[in-house]
């Protein structure tokens, strides 16, 4: 393969969830790629686009950009509603639900009408990089690229090569992931890799404590908080985070590795048949009255 990173003009991201839209905006703005956001939902694709535009406004209003950068950035941004209808591309970042089966669906259909030397990296967070990169065409094309929540503030990218991956693949993924403007971390293409292989655990261990009656949501936040010096509490994170997403990566960690001390918290798997999934759905472990 002889793509490198100054061949890379055009980013295709399949996905316009929150994740799926900073990274197309930090591909715009900061390593000035064309972005191309796919996503099947109309009504997912059109707030995804609005979510985009108001963190544009935003940036302007705080002496982040110009009003000229700012239409710049986004004349380079397009969408469509289907795979089938990408207009080319370099490289693509897929960020859909941690959903094994969706994502291989996802790469086959990619690696079938992209041109040969495309890279097809994966935003997943805990689901095996070689099992995804079976179901495409070129494998040795397939890369993990796994951005922290929210994409624009967040400096780390984690890279992880499956068992297929190439050189080259690695090389021009690290490559981007500088020219975005992120620092990287690479990881071996083990259940969770760096960050949800210790994140998860604690999180799922906080909602335990909470579950036994250990101490209240806001104690165990407050003790994580002040005495261990952490930014936000292990519960308000997973809210943050998406308590579907916690539930997801934990039983991906449990069924790959076996171990019981994966097991999903009961009070976890609760809240996310209840609809509670944290901050995107109003309410979750903490409630987020919907603002004015």
Known sequence: MSSSVNNIKKMCVVGAGQMGIGIGLV???VAKLDVQFVDSNPAQLEK?????????????????????????VRSRITSVSA???ITNSDFVVEAVSENVELKRKIFAELSEILPADTILATNTSS?????????AKRPENVIGMHFMNPVPVMKLVEIIPGLQTSKATLDTTLDLARKMGKTTAMSQDVPGFIANRLLMPYINEAIIAL?????????????MKLGTNNPMGP?????????DTCLAIMKVLHNDLGDSKY????????????????????????????KN
Do not use: H, M, N
């Open 127 to 135: 689901i095996s990089i070689t099992k995804i990169a079976s179901a």
């Open 263 to 290: 097991r999903p918290a009961v009070l976890l798997q609760k809240y996310v048949d209840a609809g509670w999934l944290g901050v995107k759905s109003g309410k979750g472990i903490y409630e987020y009255p919907a």
């Open 211 to 223: 579950q036994e009656g250990i101490a209240t949501k806001e104690d165990i936040d407050t003790t």
């Open 48 to 72: 995804g686009l609005s979510f985009l535009d108001k963190l544009l406004v935003k940036d302007v209003a705080k002496g982040r950009c110009t009003e000229d950068e700012r239409a710049e």
């Open 235 to 243: 519960l308000t994170l997973a809210d943050f985070i998406g308590l």
């Open 27 to 29: 591909a715009a703005r």
């Open 83 to 85: 795979i089938s209808q």
